[in-house]
């Protein structure tokens, strides 16, 4: 049987991947995305780290057992700064695209051989 933070381990890390993986595509959009998906990751994992507690008090109360408010403020606050960096990381790429006439990161489109160098290079080989 898996255990809750197995489950929880493994869709974090699963999701990390996907960012990271799309972190090192070569053009913007997937770049927006992975960078979108590690932010959620993280926020997940602060999130789950604060524990999820039965019958505690929120903050002041008359019980032994007080839950910690402060991962769900950070992963609140990270919300709204993600959501906005990822505003400003969209328009940053809608700019250089506009600019260059390019969605690659650099800006540049990569150089491939045209079908006849392609042809040619396969008949030498022959």
């Known amino acids: 049987m898996l255990s809750m933070e197995f489950l929880l381990a ?7 991947a996907a960012g990271i993986y799309l972190l090192l595509r070569g053009r913007t959009f997937p770049v927006v ?3 979108s ?3 959620y990751a993280v926020n997940v994992f602060i999130f789950v780290m604060g524990r999820l507690w039965f019958d505690a008090n929120p903050i002041l109360g ?8 402060l991962p769900q403020a950070l992963v609140l ?6 959501f906005a960096t990822t505003g400003f990381v969209i328009e940053l790429a809608l700019r ?3 600019e260059s006439g390019s969605d690659h990161v650099d800006g540049h489109e990569p150089r491939r051989a045209s079908p006849r160098v392609q042809n040619d290079s396969k008949k030498e080989s022959s």
Do not use: M, Q, Y
Request: glycine fraction near 20%.
């Open 10 to 16: 493994s869709g974090i890390g699963l999701v990390t």
């Open 33 to 35: 995305i992975g960078l």
């Open 37 to 39: 998906l590690i932010g």
């Open 62 to 69: 008359s019980g032994d057992l007080l839950a910690d408010p």
């Open 77 to 82: 606050t990270a919300i709204v700064i993600g």
């Open 96 to 98: 250089s695209h506009h």
